[in-house]
């Protein structure tokens, strides 16, 4: 195991080093489970959690996201596809294409609901929108939520970090750079879209985060995580308050900023901080241009999400909702951080279908 050093306060756990092969048996994944499941507020145990070894069928999950737009979710892609070719099932995969599109993403799920899959795995665009339809859909078909906060009623499983949690976490890192009473700053925010499930709980953890700091936000910029949305909304910022300090939110957003700041001459006097982790993040803080960002392992819980869909299917689940541990990254502490269950390798191309066959069981 290789451990995290120097992280801030209460954000300062071990890191595990995950796995660096794919083997044919399953590995031991240190967890952190909710003691109230489908309570992202609830105390939460760490764990060491066994997956299965193997499907004992070649099932088929229905899988639908927001959007493939960015890292983030390309790194949720690899996981379910390393999962779920470990394991022997298949899926197919379908991606709204944004946050505003809950009407589409409806008849997503609605097709998958009559599709005969054996589960669906469903990354929500909103936190209640999909309600009514997971609850029809749920009495013939069972449906595992995975990384966006969701209305648990017709959930079976969930495999999700808390968001309110990712964003303390960028504000702990900012509130240690400038703890209350300290000089103030200004900063400019970017949660998200405004109408997005996640970016409510995003605001709360991050603002709540701030209180402990001499930080005031003067900016706040709601839009879609698409990278040219969020150039737009930089600009916009810099152009209503020229003397911002801090550029903080979204990953795309983060990573526009780090070419920002520089083309504008910036780089030395306003600071970028993200809410999570993508691989322009990852660069970015290794090159020292953005302060901080946590990671909550995508990869992996597009591992889980695949293998508690299993579990369901085969009646043999045990954790109802569970994920990895988030892990604060500084340019500090990011040479020992292993990103084989956070980030992509630069070669995967996302994949939308994956046939079921019998799993490897050398």
């Known amino acids: 195991m290789t451990r995290l050093k120097g ?31 489908f309570d992202d507020q609830s105390p939460t145990r760490a764990m060491r959690y066994e997956p299965l070894d193997h499907a004992a069928r070649p099932l088929r999950f229905c899988i639908l996201y927001p959007h493939l737009k960015d890292a983030y979710w ?18 197919e995969l379908f991606e709204a294409g944004g946050y505003p599109n809950l009407r589409r993403q409806a008849e997503q799920l609605k097709a998958c609901g009559a599709g005969g899959f054996d589960a669906i795995i469903l990354g929500t665009v909103s936190y209640d929108g999909l309600t009514p339809l997971i609850r029809e859909i749920s009495q013939t078909t069972p ?25 303390a976490a960028a504000g702990q890192a900012l509130a ?3 703890p209350r009473g300290s000089p103030p700053v200004r900063v400019a925010w970017f949660p998200g879209p405004k109408d997005a499930g996640w970016v409510r709980f995003v605001e709360e953890g991050f603002r709540a985060a701030l209180a ?39 990953a795309p957003m983060a990573e526009a900023a780090v070419a920002i700041t520089r083309n504008r001459g910036l780089s030395d006097r306003v600071g970028i901080i993200s809410t999570y982790m993508t691989h322009g993040v990852f660069r970015g803080v290794r090159r020292g241009r953005i302060l901080a960002a946590p990671s909550d392992f995508p990869v992996m819980q597009g591992r889980l999400a695949i293998e508690q869909a299993v579990r369901v299917v085969e009646d043999r689940l045990e954790v109802k909702q569970a994920g990895p541990r988030i892990v604060v990254l500084t340019p500090q502490t ?16 996302a994949r939308f279908s994956l046939a079921p066959k019998a799993a490897d069981r050398r």
């Open 7 to 37: 992280l801030f306060g209460a954000l300062a756990p071990a890191l595990v080093l995950w796995l660096a092969a794919l083997p044919a048996a399953a590995e031991d994944w240190l967890l952190d489970a909710h003691l109230l499941p």
């Open 74 to 91: 390309l790194s949720v892609n690899y996981g379910m596809v390393r999962e779920a070719q470990r394991l022997g099932v298949g899926f």
């Open 143 to 167: 449906i595992i939520a995975t990384v966006n906060d969701i209305d648990p009623e017709g959930i079976s499983a969930k495999s999700s970090v808390s968001w309110r949690d990712m964003a």
């Open 176 to 178: 240690a750079r400038h």
């Open 212 to 250: 402990e700091s001499s930080a005031e936000i003067v900016v706040t910029k709601y839009g879609d995580t698409g990278r040219e949305q969020q150039v737009v909304l930089i600009e916009e910022a810099l152009e209503e308050d020229p003397d911002i300090n801090y550029l903080i939110g979204n």
């Open 334 to 349: 990011i040479t020992d951080f292993d990103t084989d269950e956070a980030l992509t390798p630069a070669s995967f191309v």
